[in-house]
């Protein structure tokens, strides 16, 4: 069985910071690219940032570059996501995902076939 449990979500004013963090466990223990995806009410889920297997290199959606980081810890199977100067838009359910095989991120939400429950992100203008 594999299990990606993300936590960190909340409730932030507008300007304010968090940071979520997924942790990926199971069976399968061979680090992959993950990433990031949001989905907001009645919109579809789409991608927020990425990283490579090895951590070397990042994606992000235009949205969110030089507001949020991406960045995974030594063992490699656990991914933060650095949030700053947060924006009401900014608000949606987070969702960690993470590639079977490949070793660099992807911004398509098929590319990833694992996936964690979500955790809310809520920020408040």
């Known amino acids: 069985q594999v299990q990606l449990v993300e936590s960190g979500g909340g409730l932030v004013q507008a300007g304010g910071s968090l940071r979520l963090s997924c942790t990926f466990s199971?069976?399968?223990?061979?680090?992959?690219?993950m990433a990031w995806f949001r989905q907001a009410p009645q919109k579809e889920r789409e991608f927020v940032a990425g990283?490579?297997?090895?951590?070397?290199?990042?994606k992000y959606a235009d949205s969110v570059k030089g507001r949020f980081t991406i960045s995974r810890d030594g063992a490699k199977n656990t991914v933060h996501l650095q949030m700053i100067s947060l924006k009401a838009e900014d608000t949606a359910v987070y969702y960690c995902?993470?590639?079977?095989?490949?070793?660099?991120?992807?911004?398509?939400?098929?590319?990833?076939?694992?996936w964690g429950q979500g955790t809310q992100v809520t920020v408040s203008s």
């Open positions: 990283i490579s297997t090895s951590g070397d290199s990042t």
């Open positions: 995902a993470r590639r079977p095989f490949h070793n660099d991120p992807s911004t398509d939400l098929n590319g990833y076939a694992y």
């Open positions: 199971g069976q399968i223990t061979t680090p992959r690219a």
